[in-house]
């Protein structure tokens, strides 16, 4: 009997585990593969590219370059859409002065797989990978830019690295924390430990922005200050008063671009 209890618990144990993961997926990520521009209608400096990741996923990124620049900033968008719908913000940073590589997700526009958290951040990986080995930009002249769940892959590539800097837009602290924000009560419990930003941002050493609007009404602004008060280095809080999750580059953007471009600029 006893051993019966025992498989009985492993095989429940593995059903909560894989099932929570299946779950957090299906909520976390809502690709677009059917809006995409097509390539031949890009814009003449903007270059498509396909990264390979370590597991042999494709990915579709958008490389926009600046000649007259050193530094290159990484693009992780957020849980909607594809990186085509990015391409305006990609060209107004690349309008700052600096090098653009914008990802897509697995799963989402063109890219090959399926998207979950973990293949997600093997994407980040891959995303600075190829702008050090084969962009040919140094570790120290790359800054990360992640919004909204893209704060998650920027936080978990920008681990322990002594890059320029990190941008994290609207910061979520963790999967269940943005669960219950979200009214899903006690069923927030199956989102385990996903998306766990709170933890990870302590081994961050680079200087990080935040920029959060007061009446994000997705990830609230209480998670970007807490995020906040967790780094341990260099940092700054922007508050844009009024704005909400979805358009801080469009209608606050008098507030939102000075000082991503101070900061990456600096």
Same mark, same amino acid.
């Given at each position: 009997?006893?051993?019966?209890?025992?498989?009985?618990?492993?095989?429940?144990?593995?059903?909560?585990?894989?099932?929570?993961?299946?779950?957090?997926?299906?909520?976390?990520?809502?690709?677009?593969?059917?809006?995409?521009?097509?390539?031949?209608?890009? +814009?003449?400096?903007?270059?498509?590219?396909?990264?390979?990741?370590?597991?042999?996923?494709?990915?579709?990124?958008?490389?926009?370059?600046?000649?007259?620049?050193?530094?290159?900033?990484?693009?992780?968008?957020?849980?909607? &859409?594809?990186?085509?719908?990015?391409?305006?913000?990609?060209?107004?940073?690349?309008?700052?002065?600096?090098?653009?590589?914008? %990802?897509?997700?697995? &799963?989402?526009?063109?890219?090959? *797989?399926?998207?979950?958290?973990? *293949?997600?951040?093997?994407?980040?990986? @891959?995303?600075?990978?190829? @702008?050090?080995?084969? !962009?040919?930009?140094? %570790?120290?002249? %790359?800054?990360?830019?992640?919004?909204?769940?893209?704060? @998650?892959?920027?936080?978990?590539?920008?681990?322990?690295?002594?890059?320029? *800097?990190?941008?994290?837009?609207?910061? !979520?602290?963790?999967?269940?924390?943005?669960?219950?924000?979200?009214?899903? *009560?006690?069923?927030?419990?199956?989102?385990?430990?996903?998306?766990?930003?709170?933890?990870? $941002?302590?081994? $961050?050493?680079?200087?990080?922005?935040?920029?959060? &609007?007061?009446?994000?009404?997705? %990830?609230?602004?209480?998670? &970007?200050?807490?995020?906040?008060?967790?780094?341990?280095?260099?940092?700054?809080?922007?508050?844009?008063?009024?704005?909400?999750?979805?358009?801080?580059?469009?209608?606050?953007?008098?507030?939102?671009? +000075? +000082?991503?471009?101070?900061?990456?600029?600096?």
């Amino acid at each position: 009997m006893k051993k019966t209890a025992l498989i009985l618990t492993a095989l429940l144990s593995i059903l909560f585990l894989y099932g929570c993961k299946i779950v957090v997926n299906k909520m976390a990520f809502h690709p677009d593969k059917k809006n995409v521009i097509l390539t031949g209608q890009l +814009p003449l400096n903007v270059q498509e590219i396909f990264i390979e990741t370590e597991d042999r996923v494709k990915i579709q990124s958008y490389f926009i370059p600046d000649k007259s620049s050193n530094k290159i900033l990484i693009y992780f968008h957020g849980n909607g &859409g594809n990186i085509s719908s990015r391409l305006p913000d990609l060209m107004q940073i690349n309008n700052l002065g600096i090098n653009v590589l914008g %990802v897509s997700y697995r &799963g989402y526009g063109k890219s090959q *797989g399926e998207p979950s958290e973990k *293949g997600i951040y093997t994407d980040g990986k @891959a995303a600075l990978t190829y @702008a050090v080995q084969s !962009l040919g930009f140094s %570790v120290s002249n %790359v800054t990360i830019l992640g919004r909204s769940i893209g704060t @998650a892959v920027a936080i978990n590539t920008s681990q322990n690295l002594n890059i320029a *800097g990190l941008i994290l837009v609207t910061p !979520l602290t963790s999967g269940e924390d943005f669960a219950k924000a979200a009214g899903f *009560g006690l069923a927030s419990v199956f989102a385990g430990n996903s998306f766990n930003n709170i933890d990870k $941002i302590v081994n $961050i050493s680079c200087p990080v922005l935040i920029i959060h &609007g007061t009446q994000d009404n997705v %990830v609230p602004f209480e998670m &970007g200050k807490r995020i906040y008060t967790k780094i341990k280095t260099e940092k700054l809080f922007v508050k844009i008063e009024g704005a909400s999750h979805n358009n801080l580059s469009t209608k606050y953007k008098k507030s939102y671009w +000075p +000082p991503i471009n101070e900061f990456t600029t600096r």
